[in-house]
Nanobody, 115 residues
Framework: VQLQASGGGLVQAGGSLRLSCVVSGIIFSIRPLGWYRQAPGKQRELVADSPRSGITNYADSVRGRFAISRDNTKNTVYLHMNELRPEDTAVYYC??????????WGQGTQVTVSS
């Protein structure tokens, strides 16, 4: 199983970014997918997940600003981030879990929001 994340960068507060994560080695359409983030000195936290197609969950801090989506034809999960704030600055990781309960992570992509 491999996850390859991309799309991070430096953006001003109020701006937007889209993160992408290409997943291989799983039956993409039926596996849970998610995005987590970790800021310096803080624990990794769930940002958004999609347990299966059509179902999404969001952290309170991003609800209404971020959207997770999945393209089963491209084996890709996206995180659309709008109205970015300095407190959104973190390394963002995509995640999936196999049917046997094993967790896999992407390599992380840095998002920096300047005030």
């Amino acid at each position: 199983v491999q996850l390859q994340a991309s799309g991070g960068g430096l953006v001003q507060a109020g701006g937007s970014l889209r993160l992408s994560c290409v997943v291989s080695g799983i039956i993409f359409s039926i596996r849970p997918l998610g995005w987590y983030r970790q800021a310096p000195g803080k624990q990794r936290e769930l940002v958004a997940d999609s347990p299966r197609s059509g179902i999404t969950n969001y952290a309170d801090s991003v609800r209404g600003r971020f959207a997770i989506s999945r393209d089963n034809t491209k084996n890709t999960v996206y995180l659309h981030m709008n109205e970015l704030r300095p407190e959104d600055t973190a390394v963002y990781y995509c995640h999936t879990r196999t049917g046997t309960g094993n967790d896999y992570w992407g390599q992380g992509t840095q998002v920096t929001v300047s005030s």
